[in-house]
């Protein structure tokens, strides 16, 4: 473990030269890519500093154990061993996480889509019910939300809602709410009190910079056409909203949130960006090994990964096969213990795979 922590120590020194050098900024994205790496190796070396310490103490006080015969001093060294070893057996757990391979992406802010899907009028409520849970989640968090396009339902909550999220290790968090959620209650519209099952699917891309992913203004296609409303009817006589077709890929992103076109076009190039660079992330993870791929964020957008139970008050996490019964608190926003728990089941996985990589 410490020839491990002390080789990623000589690349933080390495990087630390890189970024410190008189040409780092000569190339911007190369110093933002090292600054990056930067930032994430500090967490494994401060551990690294603490853990060769301790090492060193632990051999310190078995030499003494060993070689003295002053029964006071002995004693005093067994007592410290007795405090250092475990304390090394936490920090044996703690680099094996932090040595899991990260995703880059991690890092990254995010653009969460809902969209409703099975269950009609119901459905759009609880994509709306799904984006209010993810904006008190935010807020929690000291991240900052910032609608992109809405497409309002019939009777309340939206048919599909586009917003991004800004903050530190956004995607990091939300990577793990992709999937279909599902919602079992009591319709508004139900007259005979029937439990009915809805659905909202929910879609979250880490939002790529343009160093992630370079677009030829000559493969976009922009269209513009009249912000609308709920019931299709136009808010504006102004043709503001902005529809991007990225021409070699099909993929399409729109903005209508804004009332300058200008700023509805840098939203919707956001987004398209994100979808690209979602592409290519897709294709490099399946030119990867299967170890690499885990079920907890296996980003199957068609899974069942979550239950929203309102006649018992029940959340039941699928993937992880979890049920609280804290229902409202959940739809409050608080869902950071659903999102631990995946994180540790990600991280377990991960481990398992790294082992059995290593045996073959």
């Not at 304390?87 to 990254?108: C, G, N, Q, T, Y």
Request: glycine share 6%; net charge negative; hydrophobic share 30%.
């Amino acid at each position: 473990m410490l020839d491990k922590l002390s080789e990623i120590h000589d690349r933080y020194i390495e990087v630390e030269g890189l970024i410190s050098s008189k040409d780092a900024m000569s190339d911007m994205k190369r110093y933002v890519l090292l600054s990056k790496e930067y930032k994430d190796l500090e967490p494994i070396i401060k551990v690294y500093s603490e853990y060769k310490d301790l090492i060193s103490n632990i051999r310190e006080a078995e030499n003494i154990i060993s070689s003295t015969n002053d029964s006071e001093l002995k004693d005093m060294a067994k007592d410290e061993l007795d405090l250092m070893l475990p304390r090394k057996a936490e920090l044996d757990e703690i680099s094996k996480v932090l040595l899991i391979p990260k995703d880059p992406a991690d890092s990254k802010n995010a653009v969460m889509e809902i969209r409703a899907g099975t269950g009609g009028d119901e459905a759009s409520i609880f994509a709306g019910d799904l984006y209010k849970m993810y904006l008190a989640f935010s807020n929690s968090k000291g991240w900052v939300t910032e609608l992109i396009d809405v497409a309002e339902g019939t009777s309340g909550g939206f048919k599909e809602i586009i917003f991004n999220v800004n903050g530190d290790n956004v995607y990091g968090q939300l990577k793990f709410e992709s999937g279909v959620h599902r919602v079992q209650r009591v319709p508004q519209t139900e007259t005979q009190g029937r439990v009915h099952t809805s659905a909202a699917s929910v879609i979250v891309l880490p939002e790529a910079e343009e160093f992630d992913v370079e677009i030829n203004a000559s493969d976009i296609r922009k269209d513009t056409y009249c912000s609308s409303g709920p019931g299709g009817q136009s808010v504006n006589t102004t043709y503001s909203a902005v529809r991007l077709t990225h021409v070699p890929t099909g993929v399409v992103a729109q903005c209508q949130d804004q009332k300058s076109q200008h700023k509805n076009y840098e939203k919707a190039l956001k987004v398209l960006r994100s979808r690209i660079y979602e592409i290519e992330l897709n294709k490099k993870l399946e030119e990867q090994s299967e170890h690499r791929k885990t079920m907890v964020a296996s980003g199957d957008r068609s899974e069942k990964i979550r239950t929203y139970n309102y006649p018992q008050g029940r959340v039941t996490e699928h993937r992880i096969s979890l049920t609280k019964y804290n229902l409202q608190s959940t739809m409050g926003g608080d869902i950071q213990d659903f999102i631990d728990q995946l994180q540790i089941a990600e991280n377990t996985e991960k481990l398992k795979q790294g082992s059995v990589a290593n045996h073959e």
